[in-house]
């Protein structure tokens, strides 16, 4: 568990500086000289300093810029509280509402009119029209793929700062199952969460979406945020904060009230399916393998990915039934976190739904929950 | 400052008619400019067209599994491709063969089945419009794709929000009072040994308790530095404001800035105040809000629909004595509704000729936030969250300025 935390610090240097090298030794393969980046979870990546948590996805803006050639970092924060000293005042760019202002920035960070290969992890149409202007003779190029083959493999810091957030998740997580009952809506069983969270000392979840009553007629809908919570009833647990960066999540399903001999097959079905998609969580895996597991156990693939990778937010790999020639293309290997999946629905008696964040390891996979997701 | 009472809001939204006046305005601005189908993936963008709510997560995560819409000129019900489970009031909006499976717009196959999926709604040869534009679509050479650079849609959004109809601010007023009924526990809280972290606890158990369907910031409670110059160094050497929540414990006589906001039926509130810790405030502290509210009241006697945003920040300018009282890097104002700042801007650095273009138009909210800073003694800074109307405005909130 961490310490009490009463200053905005940066990201401890070591970890910056290995993450940092992996995305310039990116750069250098895709022969990208200047890196411009919108997304948070990239941007802290890079220069390992907090800023302001905000839920929901924003358009591309540049939020940060890595020049290769000098691994200069730039960064929009108008204060620099949190910032690494590595990263000094003049490289600190203000809040803008002006895209000319964001113009000017671009245009003078140092190689700007002269760089060939310019990437970004994102665009809007706006800002496509405007990257020229500010990289007069750069072709612009993806930099979301250099980003995410960087921070598919954890570093041994990153993984230890997971198993911190893991233990927070799983605590403010054991809260909200405390508080289950007969009467009490999601929303309830949120706040619960939500409250057990901050009050150890970390007030941003990955997750808004805490506690849903899994549904008896369909596998994959739920019902009103509001509805109470009946005897019988599985209840879903999606528990996910966010640590000094980084993502830790549980996934776990309550029955309500004495389990039905019929629920107690369902967990067994499910204990069932999960140890076989443990098993797979070794190197050289090919992510089609998940699919295979859930077929093996008889059991129906849900529509939302069964693997992910975890780090600064979601990252690769990704095993999803709607992308399966990217599944099939893909790999596990050593030093991968995994939010592994298993699903299980019933008619008539609702899911039995479990997620743990899964180390790959050399020697096979390492669980990085301490509270056991099994149900048998 | 007293204004008329909230009149032209109804006590309970008619969210079907909401939804249906939204998509009218949209599909007018998309007709007007020629614009076949719209794709937006950005997430206010999504709840604003399909009704679709959904609590949002970390942007790590939100990146991910993004729901996406796509809004076609000669269909009134847009289509929405989702990840997340949405919920259940979405069968009150969208007809079922419009709600489909997640779309995966950041991978190439994701676009390749999205590309498919398009061409069974779309004529080839049709406008398409998007609001955020990933790599993997730019890399999609299809028929559907075929513009270098395509519409901006988000501006296409952008022009349809900006003012607010009945159900839409009768929405916003409730997102707003949870917002306040959450607050008044938390000030109730503060106290000397009291952390950061623990009034976002209590802000947050509250928020869910009484209906929100997320958080949208992590709650601000910063506790300011008498004189400027013992808070962190800046870009602008103006204030640092907002900075982060940590387990920091209050001190008695701290002064705190509250800034905060949740998200209720697709709508953002916010909230902002000034709070002392375990005193009331002194002479010098009155007369910080005294001026604060001179200031206010400058600006309220301006504002009316047919007003500039330049008359506002001449207003405040005016009544602070000549210098601009708010942060350089912030506003004196700005609009709110699916997302928590969005135009009109006032006082922006998008400068003063784009504040002398901007007219106020009556049903758009405006929040206002000037400040006074004081130094050597801190400074007051509120909020007040307005309805612009025809002949002035509407407090949207009656939340006090204790302890002042």
């Given at each position: 568990?961490?310490?009490?935390?009463?200053?905005?610090?940066?990201?401890?240097?070591?970890?910056?500086?290995?993450?940092?090298?992996?995305?310039?030794?990116?750069?250098?393969?895709?022969?990208?000289?200047?890196?411009?980046?919108?997304?948070?979870?990239?941007?802290?990546?890079?220069?390992?300093?907090?800023?302001?948590?905000?839920?929901?996805?924003?358009?591309?803006?540049?939020?940060?810029?890595?020049?290769?050639?000098?691994?200069?970092?730039?960064?929009?924060?108008?204060?620099?509280?949190?910032?690494?000293?590595?990263?000094?005042?003049?490289?600190?760019?203000?809040?803008?509402?002006?895209?000319?202002?964001?113009?000017?920035?671009?245009?003078?960070?140092?190689?700007?009119?002269?760089?060939?290969?310019?990437?970004?992890?994102?665009?809007?149409p706006?800002?496509?029209?405007?990257?020229?202007?500010?990289?007069?003779?750069?072709?612009?190029?993806?930099?979301?793929?250099?980003?995410?083959?960087?921070?598919?493999?954890?570093?041994?810091?990153?993984?230890?700062?997971?198993?911190?957030?893991?233990?927070?998740?799983?605590?403010?997580?054991?809260?909200?199952?405390?508080?289950?009952?007969?009467?009490?809506?999601?929303?309830?069983?949120?706040?619960?969460?939500?409250?057990?969270?901050?009050?150890?000392?970390?007030?941003?979840?990955?997750?808004?979406?805490?506690?849903?009553?899994?549904?008896?007629?369909?596998?994959?809908?739920?019902?009103?945020?509001?509805?109470?919570?009946?005897?019988?009833?599985?209840?879903?647990?999606?528990?996910?904060?966010?640590?000094?960066?980084?993502?830790?999540?549980?996934?776990?399903?309550?029955?309500?009230?004495?389990?039905?001999?019929?629920?107690?097959?369902?967990?067994?079905?499910?204990?069932?399916?999960?140890?076989?998609?443990?098993?797979?969580?070794?190197?050289?895996?090919?992510?089609?393998?998940?699919?295979?597991?859930?077929?093996?156990?008889?059991?129906?693939?849900?529509?939302?990915?069964?693997?992910?990778?975890?780090?600064?937010?979601?990252?690769?790999?990704?095993?999803?039934?709607?992308?399966?020639?990217?599944?099939?293309?893909?790999?596990?290997?050593?030093?991968?976190?995994?939010?592994?999946?298993?699903?299980?629905?019933?008619?008539?008696?609702?899911?039995?739904?479990?997620?743990?964040?899964?180390?790959?390891?050399?020697?096979?996979?390492?669980?990085?929950?301490?509270?056991?997701?099994?149900?048998? | 400052?007293?204004?008329?009472?909230?009149?032209?809001?109804?006590?309970?939204?008619?969210?079907?008619?909401?939804?249906?006046?939204?998509a009218?305005?949209v599909r007018a601005i998309m007709r007007e400019q020629g614009i076949d189908a719209l794709v937006l993936?950005?997430?206010?963008?999504?709840?604003?067209t399909?009704?679709?709510?959904?609590?949002?997560?970390?942007?790590?995560?939100?990146?991910?599994?993004?729901?996406v819409a796509v809004v076609l000129a000669d269909d009134e019900s847009p289509h929405?491709?989702?990840?997340?489970?949405?919920?259940?009031?979405?069968?009150?909006?969208?007809?079922?063969?419009?709600?489909?499976?997640?779309?995966?717009?950041?991978?190439?196959?994701?676009?390749?089945?999205f590309a498919?999926q398009l061409a069974e709604l779309l004529p080839s040869g049709a406008v398409i419009a998007f609001d955020?534009?990933?790599?993997?679509l730019?890399?999609?050479?299809t028929i559907l794709f075929a513009s270098?650079?395509p519409v901006d849609g988000?501006r296409v959004i952008?022009?349809a929000?900006?003012?607010?109809?009945?159900?839409?601010?009768?929405?916003?007023?409730?997102?707003?009072?949870?917002?306040?009924?959450?607050?008044?526990?938390?000030?109730?809280?503060?106290?000397?040994?009291?952390?950061?972290?623990?009034?976002?606890?209590?802000?947050?158990?509250?928020?869910?308790?009484?209906?929100?369907?997320?958080?949208?910031?992590?709650?601000?409670?910063?506790?300011?530095?008498?004189?400027?110059?013992?808070?962190?160094?800046?870009?602008?050497?103006?204030?640092?404001?907002?900075?982060?929540?940590?387990?920091?414990?209050?001190?008695?006589?701290?002064?705190?800035?509250?800034?905060?906001?949740?998200?209720?039926?697709?709508?953002?509130?916010?909230?902002?105040?000034?709070?002392?810790?375990?005193?009331?405030?002194?002479?010098?502290?009155?007369?910080?809000?005294?001026?604060?509210?001179?200031?206010?009241?400058?600006?309220?006697?301006?504002?009316?629909?047919?007003?500039?945003?330049?008359?506002?920040?001449?207003?405040?300018?005016?009544?602070?004595?000549?210098?601009?009282?708010?942060?350089?890097?912030?506003?004196?104002?700005?609009?709110?509704?699916?997302?928590?700042?969005?135009?009109?801007?006032?006082?922006?650095?998008?400068?003063?000729?784009?504040?002398?273009?901007?007219?106020?138009?009556?049903?758009?909210?405006?929040?206002?936030?000037?400040?006074?800073?004081?130094?050597?003694?801190?400074?007051?800074?509120?909020?007040?969250?307005?309805?612009?109307?025809?002949?002035?405005?509407?407090?949207?909130?009656?939340?006090?300025?204790?302890?002042?």
């Amino acid at each position: 568990v961490p310490v009490t935390v009463t200053d905005v610090l940066p990201d401890d240097e070591a970890l910056r500086r290995a993450r940092r090298e992996r995305v310039l030794a990116e750069m250098e393969a895709d022969d990208v000289d200047i890196l411009i980046i919108g997304r948070e979870a990239n941007a802290r990546y890079i220069a390992g300093a907090p800023r302001l948590w905000i839920a929901g996805s924003r358009p591309f803006g540049p939020g940060c810029v890595l020049v290769r050639a000098t691994g200069a970092i730039h960064l929009i924060s108008t204060w620099d509280e949190g910032i690494p000293d590595d990263i000094p005042h003049d490289h600190l760019h203000g809040i803008t509402f002006n895209a000319m202002n964001v113009l000017q920035m671009l245009h003078d960070i140092e190689g700007a009119s002269s760089a060939p290969r310019v990437a970004t992890d994102g665009l809007t149409p706006g800002s496509a029209q405007l990257l020229p202007k500010a990289f007069p003779v750069a072709e612009i190029v993806d930099g979301e793929q250099l980003m995410r083959r960087a921070r598919r493999i954890k570093t041994p810091e990153e993984i230890d700062a997971i198993r911190t957030s893991v233990r927070l998740a799983e605590a403010a997580l054991e809260s909200a199952e405390s508080a289950l009952r007969a009467g009490q809506t999601e929303r309830q069983l949120t706040a619960v969460f939500m409250e057990a969270m901050a009050s150890a000392g970390v007030t941003t979840p990955t997750t808004q979406d805490v506690a849903w009553i899994t549904s008896r007629e369909h596998p994959w809908r739920r019902s009103s945020r509001d509805t109470p919570v009946a005897a019988g009833d599985l209840v879903a647990f999606d528990a996910g904060v966010i640590n000094s960066g980084y993502v830790g999540e549980v996934g776990r399903t309550r029955a309500v009230g004495e389990e039905a001999a019929a629920t107690k097959r369902l967990f067994a079905r499910w204990d069932e399916l999960w140890d076989r998609l443990l098993e797979m969580c070794r190197p050289g895996t090919p992510l089609t393998a998940f699919f295979d597991a859930y077929d093996a156990a008889g059991v129906p693939l849900p529509p939302t990915p069964v693997v992910r990778g975890l780090g600064l937010g979601y990252d690769l790999p990704l095993a999803t039934p709607a992308l399966p020639r990217s599944a099939a293309e893909d790999r596990l290997e050593a030093g991968m976190v995994l939010a592994l999946t298993a699903y299980a629905w019933q008619e008539g008696l609702g899911a039995a739904y479990g997620q743990d964040p899964v180390l790959v390891t050399a020697s096979g996979p390492e669980l990085l929950s301490t509270i056991s997701s099994r149900n048998c | 400052m007293a204004a008329a009472p909230l009149s032209r809001i109804p006590a309970t939204p008619d969210i079907g008619r909401m939804h249906r006046e939204r998509a009218e305005r949209v599909r007018a601005i998309m007709r007007e400019q020629g614009i076949d189908a719209l794709v937006l993936l950005g997430n206010t963008n999504v709840v604003y067209t399909t009704g679709a709510i959904w609590p949002f997560a970390d942007s790590g995560r939100g990146n991910f599994e993004q729901p996406v819409a796509v809004v076609l000129a000669d269909d009134e019900s847009p289509h929405l491709f989702t990840p997340v489970r949405p919920d259940d009031r979405l069968r009150d909006v969208l007809p079922s063969d419009h709600v489909h499976g997640p779309a995966y717009l950041d991978f190439d196959e994701g676009v390749g089945v999205f590309a498919d999926q398009l061409a069974e709604l779309l004529p080839s040869g049709a406008v398409i419009a998007f609001d955020e534009w990933t790599h993997a679509l730019r890399r999609e050479h299809t028929i559907l794709f075929a513009s270098d650079t395509p519409v901006d849609g988000g501006r296409v959004i952008s022009r349809a929000k900006a003012v607010k109809t009945a159900d839409e601010l009768a929405c916003m007023r409730a997102g707003l009072r949870i917002t306040e009924q959450a607050i008044a526990g938390v000030q109730a809280r503060v106290a000397p040994g009291v952390r950061q972290t623990d009034l976002t606890a209590t802000f947050l158990r509250a928020i869910f308790d009484a209906g929100a369907d997320a958080n949208i910031l992590d709650p601000i409670w910063q506790v300011m530095p008498l004189r400027m110059s013992d808070g962190p160094w800046t870009t602008t050497g103006d204030l640092a404001c907002p900075l982060l929540s940590t387990e920091r414990e209050l001190v008695e006589g701290d002064v705190l800035w509250v800034d905060t906001g949740i998200s209720y039926a697709g709508f953002h509130s916010d909230f902002g105040r000034t709070w002392i810790v375990g005193r009331d405030p002194d002479a010098r502290q009155r007369a910080q809000f005294e001026k604060w509210q001179s200031i206010m009241d400058a600006v309220l006697d301006v504002t009316r629909a047919g007003a500039t945003a330049a008359d506002l920040t001449a207003a405040a300018i005016d009544a602070a004595g000549g210098v601009k009282p708010w942060m350089p890097h912030f506003y004196l104002g700005h609009g709110l509704g699916i997302d928590s700042a969005e135009m009109p801007y006032v006082g922006s650095d998008i400068g003063e000729a784009f504040d002398a273009s901007l007219v106020l138009a009556a049903g758009m909210v405006l929040v206002l936030e000037p400040i006074v800073w004081d130094d050597g003694a801190a400074g007051y800074r509120s909020e007040e969250v307005l309805l612009i109307t025809a002949d002035g405005w509407e407090p949207m909130t009656d939340y006090p300025y204790d302890p002042f």
